[in-house]
């Protein structure tokens, strides 16, 4: 696309002050000037997600220097390059991870940051990828080093980071444990591929891992729940577990017995994605499109999509994402 042929200004959903989904309000904003080292991308769909609610409700401010408007993921094609940058090249199809700006008609995104989209996706598909990703590919296959063989327990199964778990636990040879809150909820991660979903509003998850794993636990845990699962996933993991820790949905605060961490020789990993910086997404980047995209289409990899909304609708996305109601992930359509 001719650089002439970009708007001066476009729409996006800015939010009007912290509070409930409401405040979310679809304004006029100048479109951003890719810096150097980024692209202009015209956004086709961004993903919603949790850390976009905690910002919308004041909890969770945007890093230094990133833009006020939520959204951390999304798909399109780059309309122009900023200084220094080759790659991606002008009428790429990309989706990419960004540190907010997600929920608008443009976007400047890292160069770095961005994946060519899966030929085997479409738009909104791939807008579904990055922030989930990124973050089981750092938590469960680098952090926690999961290997072929070994079980990944997965707490909070049918969210959208629970199914890319799912989905990339059984394409490198896992088995998979999830937890999830209902009976609808665990039958989806089942059918996703998930070896056992345990309701954990029915029963307990310590003693459903012990026993489907013949009392030896889960080798990586990827808990976004936090306060009282510590404990819980401590007991619940092998000797030589892994235990990542992504969120605090549960409770900020836990009471541990350390001598049970270091009589199973347990390894905690603690780490959040929004707020690293550039090279460190970038690596994260390479290392999916060497390892993870080719499963596109050698194992038909599909992200879940429960809803998708109208850009303008986005209020209507964080009420669905707050019911608690969604298998997999939610889209805005730009």
């Not at 092998?238 to 605060?253: N, Y």
Request: with cysteine; proline share 7%.
């Amino acid at each position: 696309m001719p650089r002439t042929m970009i708007p001066r200004t476009m729409t996006a959903v800015e939010i009007r002050e912290p509070g409930a989904p409401q405040v979310l309000r679809a304004v006029e904003r100048p479109v951003p000037q890719p810096l150097a080292g980024e692209v202009l991308i015209r956004v086709v769909a961004a993903g919603v997600n949790r850390p976009d609610v905690l910002q919308r409700k004041g909890l969770y401010p945007p890093p230094e220097g990133a833009s006020d408007i939520p959204g951390l993921e999304l798909a399109g094609e780059v309309v122009l390059l900023g200084p220094g940058v080759r790659e991606p090249q002008e009428g790429a199809r990309v989706c990419a991870l960004v540190a907010g700006g997600g929920y608008a008609q443009y976007v400047a995104a890292p160069a770095v940051q961005c994946l060519p989209v899966p030929a085997q996706l479409s738009f909104e598909e791939a807008a579904a990828l990055p922030e989930t990703f990124f973050t089981v590919w750092l938590n469960v296959f680098e952090r926690s080093r999961l290997q072929r063989g070994e079980t990944l327990l997965v707490h909070g199964g049918a969210s959208g980071i629970g199914t890319t778990a799912i989905l990339l636990g059984k394409a490198f040879d896992a088995r998979v444990i999830v937890t999830a809150g209902s009976a609808q909820k665990c039958a989806a991660c089942r059918e996703l591929g998930a070896d056992l979903a345990i309701n954990y509003r029915e029963g307990d998850f310590v003693a459903a891992t012990l026993r489907a794993t013949d009392g030896r636990g889960a080798d990586v845990i990827l808990d976004m729940v936090g306060g009282d699962y510590l404990p819980r996933n401590v007991a619940a993991a092998a000797l030589e577990g892994r235990i990542a820790l992504i969120g605090t949905q549960g409770g900020a605060r836990a009471e541990l017995d350390l001598r049970s961490l270091m009589t199973k020789r347990l390894t905690l990993t603690a780490s959040t994605l929004r707020s690293q910086p550039v090279e460190n997404k970038g690596r994260i980047a390479r290392a999916l499109r060497e390892n993870v995209w080719p499963l596109f289409a050698s194992r038909g990899l599909k992200p879940v999509i429960h809803a998708r909304f109208p850009l303008a609708d986005a209020a209507l996305a964080h009420e669905l994402m707050e019911s608690d109601l969604h298998i997999g992930k939610i889209v805005l359509v730009v």
